[in-house]
């Protein structure tokens, strides 16, 4: 049974960081895309960033690109993201999801299994 556990979320202040991890169970790890996702109150959940099988290809949204770094540990079956300069608009629960092909993509409907979400929260 896959299994994805994140956590790292929590309150920051404005400006601040936060590193978000993905643990996964249950799988090959190294034979999955992975990828990482948002979804704020009222609104649709959204595309953070993605990132191949081996870390060598990584994409990520217009809102966050520069500030945040998507990356993994094959041998730790975990990923993470790193953020930075982290906005009152970064609030959100996020959620990290695995695909079962090592290419990454940013489409939510390719994802095949999902976290529970941990919530970040960003005070100005």
């Known amino acids: 049974q896959v299994q994805l556990v994140e956590s790292g979320g929590g309150l920051v202040q404005v400006g601040g960081s936060l590193t978000l991890s993905c643990a996964a169970s249950?799988?090959?790890?190294?034979?999955?895309?992975m990828g990482w996702f948002r979804q704020a109150p009222g609104k649709e959940r959204e595309a953070v960033a993605a990132?191949?099988?081996?870390?060598?290809?990584?994409y990520y949204s217009d809102s966050v690109k520069g500030r945040c770094t998507i990356f993994r540990v094959n041998a730790k079956n975990t990923m993470y993201l790193q953020m930075n300069s982290l906005k009152p608009e970064d609030t959100a629960v996020y959620y990290c999801?695995?695909?079962?092909?090592?290419?990454?993509?940013?489409?939510?409907?390719?994802?095949?299994?999902w976290g529970q979400g941990t919530q970040v929260n960003v005070s100005s």
């Open positions: 999801a695995a695909r079962s092909v090592t290419i990454a993509t940013m489409r939510l409907s390719a994802y095949d299994y």
């Open positions: 249950g799988l090959t790890f190294s034979n999955y895309a």
């Open positions: 990132i191949n099988w081996n870390g060598g290809m990584t």
